[in-house]
């Protein structure tokens, strides 16, 4: 279900409900992990570079993403590891764009070191393909202006922060996040739209992230 904004109503806010599945998928070797990536759903890709902040919302800056994690801790090669870590998880717009991304990573790696190939580990200790399965609800809240936005900003779930600001922009592939989205379209202000869509949300926990849009919007208002 992807949520849309009524223009006669103003912006409602969403929240969401995050489950999590077993995909069955388990990768033993960098060479099986690489196959899996490129054939395992979108949900999966999601869910191991965003656990993290879905997870532990409060921490600062977001830790690596589950396969630099796998790779540096479990099968024990830093050199690869350090190069998933430091994907820049923000600059994709899609999980297309994000898993291909993963891909050349890894391949280009296994290119420079073959030797790599021959890692591996027991199955206990093999990577478990996770999927992520999400459930939109609409909340009460609807704001049809600015002021109205604030205040429901300061009350409702940092999952409905999580909702609008990441998973609609990369999960649901929109250009710009949906706050943006509604105050260019239905308050026709490009600018204050533009201001909210270049705070970066992965260095910040969703808490301070409420707080440095509230920030932007009441400095609007003044």
Known sequence: MTPKTDEKKGFRFYTRLNLSGLTGLKAATLEELLQHIKEVPGSCIYHHTHRFLQQHQYLSPEPPNDFAYWVTHILGDDRLGEDLASIDTVQFTTIRELREKIVTVIEEYLKKYPSAKRRFVNEEQAFSFIKSMSFILPTHYIASNLREFIEILRKVTIDS??????????????????????????????????????????????????????????????
């Open 161 to 222: 922060i999580y909702f609008h600001i990441f998973e609609a922009r990369l999960r649901l592939e929109k250009k710009s996040n949906d706050f943006s989205n509604w105050i260019e379209s239905f308050l026709g202000d490009k600018e204050l739209a533009e201001k909210i869509a270049q705070l970066d949300p992965y260095t910040q926990t969703l808490e301070d992230l409420r707080q440095a849009l509230i920030r932007i919007l009441e400095r609007k208002l003044k």
